[in-house]
């Protein structure tokens, strides 16, 4: 009986950072307090320019912070991570659990090997990463909630020979 796996979606979780908010909050309250003290400010580039990176900055965050990301989607054919294209599971050879360096940090993730030759279109990210801890075809465990990379890994380890 083939079994018939829904698309599973899974998403990156941030940790909130607060403190970016609330210092841009801060440089937004005193750039704006500057217009009360000296109102010809208004006319002044400089004023426009600290104003826009405040809300430039307030958007971001939000951004990361509001919005969800998708980090993977699974189906019974393919695998699909970040926004690169999906990669079939019949050109996976196997996964292996493994640590990546990352600013002085050992993260941990689940690095997806391919069988030589592999006919697939590698988007510029892939390509720099090839060669790097994180491979073409990386997952970032440490950025899921822990449900989320307990459930990946299942369902890797399900699809394909893991190693590690």
Same mark, same amino acid.
């Given at each position: 009986?083939?079994? =018939? ?5 899974? %998403?990156?979780?941030?940790? =909130? ?6 210092? =841009? /909050?801060? /440089? ?7 217009? +009360? ?10 004023? *426009? &320019?600290? /104003? &826009? ?6 958007? #971001? ?13 699974? +189906? !019974?054919? %393919?695998?699909?991570? !970040? ?5 079939? *599971? ?29 006919? %697939? ?11 790097? +801890? ?9 950025? /899921?909630?822990? +449900? ?13 020979? #893991?190693?590690?």
């Amino acid at each position: 009986m083939k079994s =018939t796996m829904l698309p599973q979606v899974f %998403y990156y979780r941030f940790k =909130t950072n607060y403190v970016w908010l609330i210092l =841009t /909050l801060l /440089l937004l309250w005193s750039v704006l307090s500057l217009l +009360d003290c000296v109102p010809k400010f208004i006319y002044w580039w400089e004023f *426009w &320019g600290m /104003l &826009g990176s405040c809300v430039y900055s307030l958007a #971001l965050w939000a951004f990361k912070y509001l919005k969800k990301h998708k980090m993977a989607v699974i +189906d !019974d054919k %393919y695998i699909k991570i !970040d926004h690169c294209r999906p990669l079939p *599971w019949r050109l996976v050879a196997c996964a292996e659990m493994k640590t990546a360096h990352c600013c002085f940090k050992k993260l941990p993730i689940i690095a997806i090997r391919t069988k030589k030759p592999i006919k %697939y279109k590698f988007n510029p990210l892939q390509r720099l990463c090839a060669k790097s +801890d994180f491979t073409a075809f990386s997952i970032a465990l440490y950025a /899921l909630s822990e +449900d989320d990379a307990k459930k990946i890994t299942e369902i890797i380890a399900q699809k394909t020979i #893991l190693l590690g």
